[in-house]
């Protein structure tokens, strides 16, 4: 049946005990490192198993570590149950082994020794790994010196400095308009009031208004004059009968 002990394997297990006898603080400390770990938390049933088998192998008593006996002294079975319908000690153990590989190839990658549960035994095997053949969890960091950095003689260069002027200006930009917009609003009121006149009001300087108007420039020619912008705001080009019905410009 699977998960049988082997007899072979198990007097193997037994012969190797006595050569890790010599470092027993450091298996028990080691053991203690393995229970506590992260492979075996949540699992009270594989801890005590693994201290069991560890215990009993390194006073002396790994002979007795059998099916029945474990299951008689760890997991109160009677003497004569039935080993082929109760399997918890074969469970246990095959977790436990599982247990072993998750935390050897994790957190105790760097550990000296080994605890190692073989198939076919309940005694455990314990290993003493030479510094040599240890792979450290983490590479190792190297510090390499960086050459020091190269002095620059040119000012500095003002990053984004270019930003402070242009929202200055749209600012003002924004300001302008809308005092534009205010007067000419404030301006409009007035029924007697220019418009042109009004918009261009407190202007420093003369202003030239260029209308792109194609009528008025074929009226002005047709009519031999130029108007002025409150005739041409005012249409009074337009109230000149007899020209106005002589070239007909009505349509315009």
């Excluded at 957190?107 to 290993?127: D, K």
Aim: hydrophobic share 45%.
């Amino acid at each position: 049946m699977a998960g049988k002990v082997d007899g072979a394997t198990h007097a193997a297990a037994i012969a190797k005990i006595s050569e890790a006898v010599r470092h027993e603080p450091e298996l028990r400390t080691h053991l203690d490192q393995i229970i506590k770990g992260a492979a075996f938390k949540g699992s009270q049933r594989s801890q005590s198993f693994l201290k069991h088998v560890v215990e009993h192998a390194l006073h002396g008593e790994a002979v007795d570590l059998r099916e029945r006996s474990i299951g008689v002294a760890l997991f109160g079975r009677p003497v004569t149950y039935d080993t082929a319908d109760d399997a918890i000690v074969r469970v246990t153990a095959s977790d436990v082994r599982k247990r072993l590989l998750q935390h050897y190839g994790t957190t105790g990658a760097e550990s000296r020794f080994r605890i190692n549960l073989p198939a076919g035994s309940y005694v455990p095997e314990f290993c003493i790994v030479p510094a040599s053949v240890l792979a450290p969890l983490h590479p190792p960091v190297v510090d390499i010196p960086l050459p020091p950095p190269e002095e620059s003689h040119d000012a500095p260069r003002p990053v984004w400095n270019w930003r402070r002027p242009a929202i200055v200006i749209a600012i003002l930009l924004l300001a302008v308009a809308t005092a534009f917009a205010v007067k000419r609003w404030a301006f409009r009121g007035g029924a007697n009031d220019n418009l042109f006149v009004a918009a261009f009001q407190g202007t420093p300087r003369s202003v030239q208004v260029v209308v792109a108007d194609d009528a008025l420039v074929l009226i002005q020619v047709l009519l031999d004059r130029r108007f002025t912008l409150e005739e041409y705001e005012n249409l009074t080009y337009m109230k000149v009968p007899e020209l106005v019905q002589k070239k007909e410009l009505q349509r315009f």
